[in-house]
């Protein structure tokens, strides 16, 4: 499975960006996509995720309200929505899979900057 992200940039606080996570190699429908982003000098944390089909869905305290992940499998895509962009927000952002049900993810995409200014 190959993974790629993008669709960062830099924004202004307030503001919106739609990350999108696509996928080829072979057919997720088994798998759980994640995005994860990481700030400079901090862990990398998992601030969404969801089932390929959509049945389950996971948002960070952090994102809850702010953020959206969605799907669409004839794509292979996935994307994250991300609205009210906060300074905080500011981070490589990259998606990752894992087979539902195991706890390591398996395939990680390229990261994708996002930079929100005050």
């Known amino acids: 499975v190959q993974l790629q992200a993008f669709g960062g940039g830099l924004v202004q606080a307030g503001g919106s960006l739609r990350l999108s996570c696509a996928a080829s190699?072979?057919?997720?429908?088994?798998?759980?996509i994640g995005w994860f982003r990481q700030a400079p000098g901090k862990e990398r944390q998992i601030v969404a995720g969801?089932?390929?089909?959509?049945?389950?869905?996971y948002y960070a305290d952090s994102v809850k309200g702010r953020f959206a992940i969605s799907r669409d499998n004839a794509r292979n895509t996935v994307y994250l929505r991300m609205n009210t962009l906060k300074p905080e927000d500011t981070a490589v952002y990259s998606c990752?899979?894992?087979?539902?049900?195991?706890?390591?993810?398996?395939?990680w995409g390229r990261g994708t900057q996002v930079t929100v200014s005050s």
């Open positions: 190699g072979r057919t997720l429908s088994n798998y759980y």
């Open positions: 969801t089932t390929w089909r959509g049945e389950a869905t």
């Open positions: 990752a899979a894992k087979l539902r049900g195991m706890r390591d993810y398996d395939y």
